[in-house]
């Protein structure tokens, strides 16, 4: 699908930006799946904040999107730290692809994740998309923490119309 492969080109150009920034950053906390999924405090995530925002080509690009908030987070950054497991799982929902963008990735054939029967490996700077209702888990076997851009998008499938009507109707989600 050609709009999907422009959005994961769009979602690739902040690579630069969002690695200088993850640099500068240390306040990452536990995410709240994080010891029912992986077993201990090995999942970490950073909501992107005013500070990742205020940034004029991460907010531009991130405006090009058809980001879904409604049935997703907010953008975010996950760290894995080394020798870690997420347990296979899935999203609540069919109203939301997932888009992964590799930020810190320093050994790509150490981590991987598992969506359905396919296998994926983050490299720096790449993106890929996925379902994430479909079963997915993540391994990481390397020496040195794993870090990934994590955004939601409204499925391509979905119309405009029927993204207003569903946003009209879950107004607890607001």
Known sequence: DKSIQEKL????????????????????????????LSGGDDWKWLSLNEKFLSNNQIKKSLDLLDINTFFGFYPFISKLEPNSYIAPHCGSTTFRHRIHLGISIPEPKASFIKVDSIKYHWRDGKAFIFDDS???????????????????IWPSSIDKKTRNFL????????
Do not use: C, Q
């Not at 946003?167 to 607001?174: I, P, T």
């Open 9 to 36: 080109k769009n979602v690739e150009t902040i690579y630069p930006e969002l690695r200088k920034l993850l640099l500068r950053t240390e306040e990452f906390r536990v995410f709240p799946d994080s010891r029912t």
């Open 134 to 152: 479909l079963i997915h888990e993540v391994k990481h076997d390397g020496n040195l923490a794993r870090v990934v851009f994590i955004i939601d």
């Open 167 to 174: 946003e009209g109707r879950f107004f607890w989600l607001n």
